[in-house]
């Protein structure tokens, strides 16, 4: 007998019929002799309108209190699914965060799990129920419910799937895997049979919203065989293991984007040895999360230094800087939003050098300026206009030819 994590995602418990849908396929998997962790999320768009509830009472609600509200989503999904498959004949237990025991540090709106007690949940397993837990939400050791950020119901199930050393964790979502671009805006995306860790993990924090990022290092730390599959169609989906095979085995595996991003300017700040990490510990504190750092020495005793941003931190970075201009000295703050991120992933970029040149080639001759950039072993990233995002991943999409099966094989 195994144990399978299986996690539901908000458009697959969308609607009554869906959670039905949801409960066969548990029902499927525990009738091949497996005992069932379930993990699942808010039904469709709810934790989006529980925001927007408490954005008509004040634009600044309390951190605290909006856990509160976004986890009593999953709370509904988990007592429906579980009533669901009761009418079915099948014993069934739901559970909150903390009922299951997540632990998670004491963060408001992004908290990380540090540990998983896992009595209950065998308890139940081993008195042959499904378990049914509430994705997304955890508790402190102080007792209040916190959440894991948008997204992270994935986390949830890959750290239970850990926690629990289960055979198996199934992503079911309303895409059939992972693709080589968001299907959504690149008709021509193809699935992938198989990702490794890494290249999940690159895509995944480079904005390819089908995987929490936090769920693939777990996945990847504790060696959870992880699946992203559809929760309406029966094919098989998009393996992440540590090894990939040699079908898929080119230099650019996928493509990930995101759009919001703004482009920050220190103009002239004094040359000294702390400037840099003065004003980025100052931003740090403040919760600011700054991307691509460019530093470009302008005399022998100035320097321009542009960053990236999330453009929702604008106003609170352009505050923190100014609130701080005589103590880390520079002339003036320039700042360029409507801006987007693009990045290509692959892990054959290790051996192949030029790829990021390829890369600027294809975006110059599509008339894409070029306004960031940052590298790592396994990924460029371009900032570019937002306007241009989706040419310049339909553009790049084409030249790697990713929309083939086997092309640039290394
Ligand atoms: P769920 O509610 O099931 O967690 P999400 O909306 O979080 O679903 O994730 C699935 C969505 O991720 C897809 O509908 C798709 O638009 C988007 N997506 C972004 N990048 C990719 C990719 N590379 N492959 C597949 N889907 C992707
Ligand atoms: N319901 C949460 C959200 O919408 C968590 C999740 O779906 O994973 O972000
Ligand atoms: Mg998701």
């Not at 709810?46 to 976004?70: C, F, G, H, I």
């Not at 014993?91 to 299951?100: C, E, H, K, N």
């Not at 850990?162 to 309303?174: F, G, Q, S």
């Not at 690159?202 to 065989?225: C, D, M, Q, S, T």
């Amino acid at each position: 007998m195994g144990l399978i994590v299986q996690k539901f995602g908000g458009t697959s418990v969308g609607s009554i019929e869906r959670i039905q849908n949801v409960a066969n396929r548990v029902i499927q998997e525990a009738q091949r002799g497996n005992q069932v962790v379930v993990v699942v999320s808010a039904m469709g768009k709810s934790t989006d309108e529980l925001v927007n509830l408490a954005t008509q009472l004040t634009n600044t609600p309390s951190k605290r209190e909006m856990d509160m509200l976004l986890t009593t989503g999953e709370q509904v999904s988990i007592a429906l699914l579980s009533i669901a498959l009761q009418a079915k004949g099948y014993d069934a237990v739901s559970l909150t965060g903390w009922q299951a025991g997540i632990k998670t540090e004491a963060i408001h709106g992004n908290a990380r799990i540090v540990e998983i007690e896992t009595d209950t949940l065998h308890s139940y397993l081993n008195n042959g129920k499904i378990v049914i837990v509430a994705g997304f939400q955890g508790i402190t050791s102080e007792f209040n419910i916190t959440t894991l950020g948008r997204g992270g119901s994935d986390t949830t199930a890959v750290a239970l799937a850990a926690a629990l050393r289960a055979d198996k964790c199934d992503i079911y979502t309303d895409v059939t895997g992972v693709f080589t671009t968001d299907p959504r805006y690149v008709k021509s995306a193809r699935k992938l049979q198989s990702v490794s860790y890494d290249e999940m993990l690159e895509l995944a924090n480079l904005g390819a919203g089908v995987l929490h990022p936090r769920a693939v290092e777990f996945a990847k730390n504790y060696a959870v065989p992880l699946e992203v599959r559809s929760s309406l169609e029966l094919e098989t989906g998009t393996r992440i293991e540590e090894e990939v095979s040699m079908e898929n085995n080119l230099i650019v595996r996928g493509i990930a984007f995101e759009d919001g991003v703004t482009r920050v300017t220190i103009v002239g700040l004094k040359n000294g040895l702390h400037s840099l990490s003065t004003i980025f510990t100052t931003l740090a504190n403040h919760g600011i999360n700054v991307d691509i750092i460019i530093q470009s020495m302008t005399s022998q005793d100035e320097t321009n230094i542009s960053f990236s941003i999330h453009t929702t931190d604008l106003d609170e970075t352009l505050t923190v800087l100014q609130s701080n201009q005589e103590k880390l000295g520079f002339h003036s703050i320039q700042s360029e939003s409507s801006l987007a991120k693009v990045s290509i992933v692959g892990s054959g970029m290790i051996s192949n050098p030029g790829v990021a040149a390829e890369m600027f080639e294809v975006l110059a001759n599509n008339e894409i300026q070029v306004k960031m950039v940052s590298t790592s072993e396994i990924k460029v990233s371009t900032v570019v206009e937002e306007r241009f995002m989706v040419k310049a991943v339909e553009a790049l999409h084409e030249a790697f030819k990713l929309d083939e099966l086997v092309t640039h094989s290394v």
